[in-house]
């Protein structure tokens, strides 16, 4: 029991750090909350958000219509249709479709950060009805000023990097600056990627008296006749009862709780890579509730390589296999040895290979799998962070020949050589007969785009070959889940019988993802992370705008 005198009371208050719960807590503190506050589970803030690449998937958004680019709402709504399956609700494509420039605009008004398009990054399904082949849809904020944020300056998670994702060769670019121009972005404490938006949106809330606390985590929900007045917080001092007009959950998925992910997802996750302290806390907070649940299955797939070492934020090391499958001179393969999907395709589409079930065998024959490429790669494009020519790192598995390589990575030797020599075959002719590598602008995007012609099928095709060659195993991995709570376009969390949980919100990957099984492009995690914390902070206003007196003692089970 909670003794009442020992209540906090905030207008709203948000329990996460990331996109979704900074600008939940800006749009709340703008909409006229007089005392709103962010509740972060983790010593660092920013979540998976501050691991990201920063961009975000728009359609229609404002830096591209001043370029020039051809792109409408109905072109928008038109696309993700195309892909949805049947999972995507129309009423919240439209509210993500509507609101991702409403989003661009308020973040322009409310903060320092600026957004520009990241030229030329195609849709990740661009020949689809809608999709855009030559990009126009993904954008990120410019450089950002760590400096400014005082002592919070050290407290963002994720490693510092002075790029853009343009800049990176992912996005398009070298990922080489001018030593000059280094040197300054040095000096300034300049960085770009989900660091600079973190740090732009941080500092946002902070002006406007934002109440940020860390090693804060979200317990239980409070509720006074159905409606939630506040929340139960844990930190290393004990226990609290926190009351709110209206508490937003922005606490994201559930990837690290071994329980949720057996029994929810659709497929084996074998390597989490987001933010360690992913383990549901919303998702159980709102079951506890009644919250109607909506696309559990579902998560932002990826494969991911692990290597040595340990995060700031406590997680194993890890990156995305990415651009790396994408380049001339690498392939894949699964422990039998054999090529099973397009190597180049975006990585939730990649992703989804790891879930193919063998029935004869009942097993997932993809899983592990492994990616291997030659020095041609290494020297002409660079790998896992290196530039061109520079030194593999000493965790990568090398050898001579590929048949020894095959032996040290626990291969059959003659299969492997198989499955490259017909590769290599049909690389040189600039074809993939089996998985069509090569025909998409998205996969030849990421590839070779910086030395070669990026309309060739050579961008992303060509032999593995040279010694000596390079392996390393590949992970069933995600950004995040995106099921939870079902909500409406403006982030108000419904109950099992569709009917609104007064005072409770929801935005990010805490949330029943409006996009379905659906990867748009680049950023459309944090499209939707954007759109709905925006929206849930502003409702959370709005809907009440008589705050609670205070918030019972007792906890609402549903």
């Known amino acids: 029991m909670h003794n009442r005198s020992d209540v906090v009371r905030y207008d709203v208050v948000v329990l996460g750090s990331g996109a979704a719960g900074l600008t939940a807590a800006l749009a709340a503190a703008v909409e006229g909350a007089a005392r709103v506050a962010v509740f972060e589970k983790a010593e660092l803030v920013g979540g998976t958000t501050a691991l990201s690449g920063g961009t975000v998937w ?42 991702g420039p409403e989003y661009v605009d308020f973040i322009h008004q409310h903060t320092e950060l600026r957004f520009q398009l990241v030229e030329g990054y195609p849709d990740y399904h661009p020949e689809r009805p809608g999709g855009l082949p030559g990009g126009g849809r993904s954008i990120e904020v410019g450089l950002v000023s760590l400096a400014e944020l005082g002592e919070w300056a050290d407290r963002i998670a994720g490693t510092p990097s002075r790029l853009l994702i343009r800049e990176t060769p992912l996005g398009g670019g070298t990922g080489v600056l001018p030593p000059a121009e280094l040197a300054r972005r040095d000096q300034t404490g300049a960085e770009g990627l989900g660091r600079g938006l973190v740090a732009g949106l941080l500092g946002a809330c902070l002006r406007r008296g934002v109440e940020v606390f860390t090693d804060s985590r979200g317990l239980r929900l409070l509720t006074t006749d159905g409606a939630v007045t506040g929340v139960e917080i844990q930190s290393s001092t004990g226990v609290r009862a926190v009351s709110a007009g209206a508490v937003v ?27 360690p302290t992913n383990t549901g806390d ?91 490429f030659d020095q041609s790669t290494v020297d002409r494009f660079g790998v896992l962070g290196g530039g061109p020519g520079a030194t593999v790192p000493e965790w990568v598995t090398r050898a001579d020949s590929l048949g020894e390589l095959a032996g040290k990575l626990g291969l059959p030797a003659e299969q492997v050589e198989a499955a490259v020599a017909a590769f290599n075959e049909h690389a040189r002719a600039g074809v993939d007969p089996d998985f069509g590598r090569g025909e998409s602008a998205f996969d030849r995007f990421p590839g070779g785009r910086t030395t070669l012609d990026p309309d060739s099928p050579h961008s992303t095709l060509g032999p593995v070959e040279t010694a000596p060659f390079y392996g390393v195993r590949v992970e069933s991995s995600l950004l995040g889940t995106k099921g939870g709570p079902r909500t409406d376009g403006e982030g108000r969390v419904l109950d099992v019988d569709g009917d609104v949980i007064g005072g409770l919100y929801a935005a990010g990957n805490v949330m029943a993802s409006p996009t379905g099984m659906v990867y748009g492009g680049a950023g459309a995690t944090l499209a939707v992370a954007g759109v ?22 007792s906890v609402g089970n549903g």
């Open 58 to 99: 728009i359609p229609g958004n404002q830096p591209a219509r001043e370029l020039g680019v051809d792109d409408s709402r109905a072109r928008g709504l038109e696309y993700l249709a195309s892909l949805s399956n049947g999972m995507i609700l129309p009423e919240l494509a439209e509210a993500l479709v509507d609101g």
């Open 532 to 553: 709905w914390g925006r929206n849930a902070g502003r409702a959370a206003v709005r809907d009440r705008a008589v705050v609670p007196s205070g918030a019972t003692d």
């Open 249 to 275: 959950l922005a606490t994201g998925g559930f990837e690290y709780d071994p329980e949720l992910v057996r029994d929810f997802l659709r497929g084996p996750l074998t390597r989490a890579i987001g933010a």
């Open 282 to 372: 919303g998702l159980r907070m709102a079951m506890r509730l009644g919250a109607q649940l909506g696309n559990m299955r579902e998560a932002w797939w990826a494969p991911a390589v692990s290597f040595p070492g340990v995060r700031r934020d406590g997680g194993a090391n890890g990156l995305l296999a990415s651009r790396e499958r994408a380049l001339p001179g690498s392939v894949m393969v699964n422990g039998y040895g054999r090529r099973f999907a397009n190597e180049a395709a975006n990585y939730n589409a990649f992703g989804g290979a790891f879930h193919e079930l063998d029935a004869s065998r009942f097993e997932y024959p993809n899983l592990p799998s492994y990616l291997i």
